[in-house]
């Protein structure tokens, strides 16, 4: 039985720039992919992140770079510590006719090595009507084996305001469905059925932290993200993920960041 999990910014972790297409694969979930950037790119400086490990409809403009790297203290079917290194871009403007994501990762780089097993995602999105819109491709394979095939998926991404004050004054909500990775866990391990949805929603604790809930159509993740330093566009997210179980496993901790430049 072959077990494809989700990429945990992905890392997780997740890095609240310009937005990161996690590879879907049973490596790229325990070695995360920053997640959550891609609102940075919209606002003009570090947010915390809005997903752990399902994708999002925002993304990257014309000019927005990034970097991070994912690590899960015990990575599924090894129980051993694994992570994965990142680097992406955005070309075009999605507030145009659509913006285009690409992400480099190279997987299980703790245990593999770098580069050993590199994959690439790519996804196009648009901004519509205040929605976050994007059709991705994850996990094709580029180098080395990576136990899951190419995953395709569609994200919507909303962020909305919930209060006036500098406490949980906004808020975001994502859906989705997807091929490969995006199914349930018990299509995975069977290796049956053809798609799943994913689910996510985040609050804005305050300027610099998010807490956020996600459900990958695989398993239910929780996360806390920050972006604790003003002036430089880091974000780090601890995560808990595969709370119920649903691969066998107890939940796991992972940790993810990121860093994002304008160039």
């Keep these: ?144 084996e990576t136990d899951s095939d190419a995953s395709l998926y569609m994200a919507a991404t909303r962020t909305f305001s919930v209060r006036p004050g500098p406490y949980f004054s906004s808020g975001s909500f994502n859906v989705g469905f997807g091929t490969g990775s995006f199914r349930s866990a018990q299509n995975q391990i069977a290796d049956e059925g053809v798609m799943g949805i994913f689910l996510s929603s985040s609050i804005q604790v305050n300027a610099w932290s998010s807490a956020i809930v996600d459900y990958n159509a695989g398993m239910m993740n929780l996360a806390l993200s920050f972006a604790p330093l003003r002036k430089l566009p880091l974000v780090i997210t601890p995560t808990m993920s595969d709370l119920t179980g649903e691969f066998g496993e107890k939940a796991r901790l992972g940790l993810g960041a990121g860093l994002s430049w304008n160039y």
Excluded at 28 to 36: D, G, K, Q, R, W
Aim: proline share 6%; glycine share 16%.
């Design 1 to 144: 039985m072959r077990v494809r999990l989700v990429a945990l910014m992905g890392l997780a972790a997740t890095v609240a720039l310009p937005a990161s297409v996690r590879a879907q694969s049973r490596d790229s979930y325990l070695l995360p992919v920053p997640t959550a950037e891609m609102l940075g790119a919209m606002m003009g400086r570090s947010q915390p992140g809005v997903s752990a490990s399902s994708p999002v409809g925002f993304g990257p403009k014309q000019g927005d770079a990034f970097a991070g790297f994912g690590y899960q203290v015990k990575a599924p079917g090894t129980g051993e510590s694994d992570g994965s290194l990142s680097v992406g871009g955005g070309f075009f403007d999605p507030s145009k006719v659509a913006g285009l994501e690409v992400v480099l990762t190279s997987l299980s780089t703790l245990r593999g090595g770098f580069g050993d097993r590199m994959a690439v995602a790519v996804k196009a999105h648009k901004i519509i009507r205040g929605w976050g819109v994007g059709v991705g491709l994850s996990n094709l394979q580029l180098r080395g």
